[in-house]
């Protein structure tokens, strides 16, 4: 019977020992790579999510009009409860329009009383209002 040097028997479970160390530390540099590409996915796909049912203006027909007279703002997540009002705004004030009609891709509204000239289509999400970069131009 042959024996086996102890020296021999030392070597092969040092080798097995190193490569289950070298597999581990692979293994977790592999989740570690996993978990930081979920991180980033996450947050760069947020927004999208969050902002499919964020209320948007996309424009306002037609785009002058006298005070009294009916214009449609148009864009998506229009109706209630995303947007409870529509205001025309200026520099210095936010003129709250009358709603006549409303749906998700519409707002029909009454022009204010405001003097003449370019306003901005602002909307009112809860207690926020947002102006949006839509003009409508109010005439004499």
């Known amino acids: 019977m042959a024996n086996t ?6 070597a092969v479970q040092c080798a097995s020992i190193s490569n289950l160390k070298a597999n581990a530390s692979a293994l977790r540099q592999s989740l570690a790579r ?13 927004p999208v999510v969050i902002a499919q049912n964020t209320p948007q203006v996309t424009g306002i027909a037609p785009p002058s009009g006298k005070v009294n007279d009916t ?5 998506t997540n229009l109706d209630k409860p995303g947007v409870s ?4 705004s200026d520099d210095k004030n936010d003129y709250k329009a009358t709603v006549v009609e ?5 707002i029909v509204i009454k022009i204010p ?15 926020k209002l947002f102006i949006k970069p839509v003009k409508f131009r109010v005439e004499e």
């Open 102 to 106: 409303q749906s998700s891709e519409k």
């Open 34 to 46: 996993r978990r930081w590409l979920f991180l980033a996915a996450a947050i760069l796909l947020s």
């Open 85 to 88: 009002a529509v205001f025309l």
């Open 113 to 127: 009383q405001v003097k003449a000239g370019d306003y901005n289509v602002s909307i009112q999400e809860g207690d």
């Open 5 to 10: 040097p102890a020296n021999g028997l030392r």
């Open 71 to 75: 214009a449609t703002v148009s864009g």
